[in-house]
């Protein structure tokens, strides 16, 4: 049985909090069909999803014990196969100018580069959590043979739509910014737009596959 909790934080904020550490997957698609339950509701002007916590932000802070019995009582029934996650597909072009770090991750993994390029795109990622960034997407799982860590030193400037991996996780970054994950290929899909209502256009729970451009490694 999952151990969580749901409690009101300040004047306007709700939090479920799992408590039991790592989720199954059936647990994190539960988490998944909630964050879905909360954006339907319209009362929330901001929903922050994280590895085992939900935090939504009420519009109005005279409403939090009505939203907190509401979402307590939507925990409580929600299936996980109710989650029917978004599939997006993100072109990518990889390699050397588009991917500086692909030559080094294939030495250090003892893969060739089209090996690494294989093992990146033939996988079907789901969006854990957004952070870092508005519109950042943590991805997994990534392949355990592409694991490596961050970069000693971080770069100061990683371009927009950098596909980028780091231990477990795969991303892209939606804007430009410092980073320390390694960069293998670059895509022109646009992932946050803040004219939309809903600006980042990934979101928990959500299914990415990477295709690699008919150019192959350039």
Not at 41 to 66: C, N, R, W
Not at 97 to 116: C, K
Request: charged share 15%; aromatic share 10%.
């Amino acid at each position: 049985m999952t151990n969580n909790k749901i409690y009101i934080l300040g004047e306007r904020a709700l939090v479920l909090e799992i408590t039991q550490g790592t989720l199954s997957q059936e647990q994190q698609s539960k988490l998944f069909a909630l964050h879905a339950w909360m954006r339907e509701q319209k009362a929330f002007i901001d929903i922050v999803p994280a590895k085992t916590t939900i935090t939504g932000y009420l519009m109005h802070s005279q409403d939090p014990e009505y939203w907190l019995d509401k979402m307590q009582d939507a925990w409580q029934n929600i299936k996980p196969e109710s989650y029917a996650p978004t599939v997006h597909t993100i072109l990518t072009h990889y390699g050397k100018h588009f991917g500086p770090d692909l030559e080094s991750v294939a030495s250090l993994t003892g893969l060739s580069q089209s090996q690494v390029v294989e093992l990146h795109s033939q996988c079907r990622y789901q969006v854990k959590f957004l952070g870092f960034l508005p519109g950042f997407a943590y991805l997994g799982e990534l392949s355990s043979e592409l694991h490596l860590p961050r970069l000693d030193s971080p770069r100061t400037h990683v371009p927009k739509g950098s596909v980028a991996i780091a231990q477990d996780l795969t991303a892209v970054y939606p804007s430009e910014s410092p980073g320390g994950w390694r960069l293998i290929g670059h895509t022109d899909t646009v992932l946050f737009n803040h004219n939309l209502d809903s600006p980042s256009i990934l979101q928990p729970g959500d299914v990415v596959k990477f295709i690699p451009s008919t150019e192959g490694i350039c």
